[in-house]
Every structure is written in structure tokens, then in C-alpha cells.
């Protein structure tokens, strides 16, 4: 099997984590309330590596793992939920780039507090 991001698909991944499910009989667990608690588990897994310690860098190898826990069942959810990751995140990134854009957004605008002020700006329009 291919190992890099370059070299794998999303589709390969979903196959993967689907087989991982399907040969330990888990599907029938695989509700959406449980998998999206599941994403939020294995999140706050991974924010804990950065918890408190504002000194030392975390392992890299616990904190890659965190991160492969998330996706993973983010590709999970996205099997029982049928969602196409690729066009979902492009539909987001358009929206995205609506809700900010680079002539709002940008180096001029980089500040903290100025984000915040154009985005409670933005808010009292909708």
C-alpha cells in the first residue's frame, strides 16, 4: 500500500477504515451520534498534547497518532453518512472564501482584534 499524502487517496483511506470495521462486526455500532462523539474524543486526545505546557513540543509521533485517530473516524463518519469528503471541502472552501476574503482579510488586517471586529460585523448581516 502507498504511504505518503501524495500518493494516497481519500478513497483508499475510506476503504481501509470501512475494512477495519466490517472484520471486527462494528458497523452496527456506527451510529452518527456515536461516531461525531467520536471525532470529539479523539480531538480532545490530541488537544491534551498541548494542554498546560506552553514550553516543550510535544512528541511528534503521539501527536501524529492523535491526529490519524481523528481522521480516522472522520472517514468513518463520512462512510456511514455517505458524504464525499473531496467535494463537501470544496464546497466549504468557496464558502470559506466568501465568508473571508482577501480584500477584508489580509496583511493589513492580520491583527486579533480586527479579525474579530470584521467577524461580528459580518454576523450582524446574516
Known amino acids: 500500500m502507498k504511504s505518503g499524502d501524495s500518493e494516497t487517496t481519500l478513497e483508499e483511506l475510506k476503504q481501509l477504515v470501512e475494512q477495519f470495521a466490517k472484520e471486527r462486526h462494528w458497523k452496527h455500532h456506527h451510529t452518527p451520534k456515536n461516531l461525531a462523539m ?12 498541548y494542554q498546560w505546557d506552553h514550553q516543550s513540543e510535544p512528541d511528534k509521533e ?3 497518532d492523535e ?10 463518519f463520512a462512510i456511514n453518512e455517505n458524504i464525499d469528503i473531496s467535494s463537501s471541502f470544496k464546497s466549504k472552501y ?8 482577501t480584500t477584508t482579510f489580509n496583511k493589513e488586517h492580520a491583527d486579533l482584534e480586527e479579525y474579530h471586529r470584521i467577524k461580528k460585523k459580518y454576523r450582524e448581516k446574516k
Not at 468557496?94 to 476574503?101: N, V
Request: hydrophobic share 45%; charged share 25%.
Open 38 to 49: 467520536g471525532i470529539a474524543i479523539e480531538a480532545s486526545e490530541l488537544m491534551e498534547h
Open 62 to 64: 503521539e501527536v501524529a
Open 67 to 76: 491526529l490519524s485517530d481523528v481522521l480516522f473516524n472522520l472517514l468513518n
Open 94 to 101: 468557496k464558502k470559506l472564501q466568501e465568508k473571508y476574503p
